[in-house]
């Protein structure tokens, strides 16, 4: 089992140092005892997410996919060396995901990568993915503060095109600004929430949470 290359680790480091990880994951309920509750974590690259979720919210049942073969084989590895249990982790799209199946789904700075034509599609999916009342956490940046978001640019295209640890059109992110997001996802049919995560970051970071109606068949929200 060869370790992942420096870069790579050092990039792991610096992401969970430097993501509102936990603020995210203090939005997830607790699982009441006696239920099992399940995560799924869209494009969940190396799983530091779902390690930490594991560690706050130890009743969920974890599932994080990935197109990234070697980034899958690298979270399994982790997961197995650090005997976290409880989770699936597969080469997946969520075109493929049971519909339907999910409490919670996490889509953690994965849609900048997405040209905003195909944003709409992809929410979809994920509101059919979950339960009646489960939650999108959706993680992106927020426009409004351009002094933090030209910083994020810098380090992604470092990323992306220099060290290659993010896969994505080269130089090509997607930022929409927030009403665009929120109108997104109220068009599919999410109640939203939006809520500011970079008071103490140096990037302008925002948690989008659609709320899926206990009753999707009900009417739509305003």
């Known amino acids: 089992m060869s370790p992942l290359p420096?870069?790579?680790r050092l990039h792991q480091v610096i992401r969970s140092l430097l993501s509102p990880f936990g603020k995210i994951i203090d939005r997830i309920p607790r699982t009441p005892p006696g239920e099992e509750r399940t995560l799924l974590d869209l494009g969940c690259g190396h799983g530091i997410f779902l390690a930490l979720a594991r560690r706050m919210r130890p009743g969920l049942s974890l599932v994080g996919i990935d197109l990234d073969a070697a980034k899958i084989?690298?979270?399994?590895?982790?997961?197995?060396?650090?005997?976290?249990?409880?989770?699936?982790?597969?080469?997946?799209?969520i075109a493929d995901f049971p519909e339907g199946t999910a409490d919670y789904i996490a889509i953690l700075d994965v849609m900048y990568l997405v040209p905003l034509v195909l944003w709409a599609g992809i929410l979809k999916t994920c509101y059919d993915s979950l339960k009646p009342g489960g939650l999108l956490l959706l993680?992106?940046?927020?426009?409004?503060?351009?002094?933090?978001?030209?910083v994020l640019k810098l380090e992604e295209t470092l990323a992306v095109n220099i060290l290659g640890i993010t896969k994505g059109e080269e130089t090509r992110f997607t930022f929409p600004p927030p009403e665009e997001i929120r109108k997104q996802l109220q068009t599919i049919g999410f109640e939203v929430e939006e809520i500011p995560l970079d008071r103490g970051?140096?990037?302008?970071?925002m948690l989008w949470i659609g709320h899926k109606p206990s009753n999707p068949n009900g009417p739509p929200v305003s």
Do not use: C, D
């Open 6 to 8: 420096f870069v790579w």
């Open 201 to 205: 970051y140096h990037v302008p970071h």
């Open 73 to 93: 084989r690298q979270a399994r590895q982790a997961f197995a060396k650090a005997k976290i249990s409880g989770h699936q982790l597969a080469v997946m799209s």
């Open 139 to 150: 993680k992106e940046m927020n426009t409004g503060k351009p002094a933090k978001l030209a």
